[in-house]
Every structure is written in structure tokens, then in C-alpha cells.
């Protein structure tokens, strides 16, 4: 069983540890093992920036965590937009995914945001079709050689 909470300050090291291993153990189909695009798009995932932006005003921040360990990450970064989205690899397809984006979408809501966007990685895709997201047009550039598709959702309380 797992549950999310507001991300804590504390949870900042470990947070960045679960984004990191996420990008590199199941984001295969997106950087192919490219070492240029993974040190890019690991470049900025740190624990001091995961620090500023669990505590930024700008930001919403969720973890989850499963028997004390935290094994998920969620940013909604405002006006609208999901910037983080990740599990570890020994929770994938275990629901954590849903429960995040499920919770993200639930304070999206709260303040009072009707629409949310996101830009997915190929191996996210299927995941936010599922749940409701459409593309909204065609794939941009994304970190090295990988490309990000836009997506969003209208979302109600």
C-alpha cells in the first residue's frame, strides 16, 4: 500500500535519488542510453534544486512513499503544468503513478486551475492517454535526443 503527502524539505535527497533512477532505469525508450542526453537531462535534478522547489510558492510538490520509503515524486508548477512525474523502478505499474497524478490533479483543482498541461516522454505517453490527457501538438525538442509531447487535460471539481 502507498501513500502521498506535501513533499517536506527532508524529502529533497531522496526525492532527486527516485527522479534520477526513474530517468535512467525506465526512460530507456526515450534517451536509447545516449550518455550526452542523460547527463543533460539529469543536469538540473539535484537535491539542492529539488530543495527549491519543494519549497517554492510557485510549486506544488507531493511524494509517495510505500512502508516509510518514498518511492514517487509529483511538481505541479504553476499557472498549469505537471513538471514531474516520477516513480521508482521497483514500484512501476504498482499504481503510484495513478495516486500522484491523481493528487496533482486534486490541487490543480483546489486552485482553481481547469486545465492542465504536460509535456510527456514517449515512455509516459500510453500512461497519460490513459488517464484522460491528448496531445495538443506536435513533439518539441527535449533534453539531447529526446523529444516531449504536449498534452493536457480539462479537469473539474
Same mark, same amino acid.
Given at each position: 500500500?502507498?501513500?502521498?503527502?506535501?513533499?517536506?524539505?527532508?524529502?529533497?535527497?531522496? =526525492?532527486?535519488?527516485?527522479?534520477? @533512477?526513474?530517468?535512467?532505469?525506465?526512460?530507456?525508450?526515450?534517451?536509447?542510453?545516449?550518455? +550526452?542526453?542523460?547527463?543533460?537531462?539529469?543536469? !538540473?535534478?539535484?537535491?539542492? !534544486?529539488?530543495?527549491?522547489?519543494?519549497?517554492?510558492?510557485? !510549486?506544488?510538490?507531493?511524494?509517495?512513499? @510505500?512502508?516509510?520509503?518514498?518511492?514517487?515524486?509529483?511538481?505541479?508548477?504553476?499557472?498549469?503544468?505537471?513538471?514531474?512525474?516520477?516513480?521508482?523502478?521497483?514500484?512501476?505499474? %504498482?499504481?503510484?503513478?495513478?495516486?500522484?497524478?491523481?493528487?496533482?490533479?486534486?490541487?490543480?483543482? +483546489? +486552485?482553481?486551475?481547469?486545465?492542465?498541461?504536460?509535456?510527456?516522454?514517449?515512455? =509516459?505517453?500510453?500512461?497519460?492517454?490513459? %488517464?484522460?490527457?491528448?496531445?495538443?501538438?506536435?513533439?518539441?525538442?527535449?533534453?539531447?535526443?529526446? @523529444?516531449?509531447?504536449?498534452?493536457?487535460?480539462?479537469?473539474?471539481?
Amino acid at each position: 500500500m502507498h501513500t502521498t503527502r506535501y513533499a517536506a524539505i527532508s524529502d529533497a535527497s531522496a =526525492a532527486c535519488e527516485v527522479v534520477r @533512477r526513474s530517468i535512467i532505469e525506465l526512460c530507456h525508450d526515450d534517451h536509447c542510453g545516449d550518455k +550526452a542526453t542523460l547527463v543533460e537531462w539529469l543536469a !538540473n535534478k539535484t537535491p539542492t !534544486n529539488f530543495e527549491r522547489w519543494i519549497t517554492s510558492e510557485q !510549486n506544488i510538490a507531493l511524494v509517495a512513499e @510505500r512502508d516509510k520509503v518514498l518511492v514517487g515524486f509529483g511538481l505541479l508548477s504553476f499557472p498549469d503544468t505537471i513538471a514531474l512525474l516520477y516513480v521508482s523502478p521497483d514500484v512501476r505499474f %504498482s499504481g503510484v503513478s495513478k495516486t500522484l497524478l491523481a493528487g496533482l490533479e486534486r490541487e490543480a483543482i +483546489a +486552485a482553481g486551475i481547469r486545465e492542465i498541461k504536460i509535456e510527456s516522454s514517449i515512455t =509516459a505517453l500510453r500512461f497519460y492517454e490513459r %488517464s484522460g490527457y491528448s496531445l495538443t501538438g506536435p513533439a518539441v525538442k527535449g533534453f539531447g535526443i529526446t @523529444r516531449a509531447h504536449p498534452m493536457s487535460r480539462r479537469i473539474e471539481a
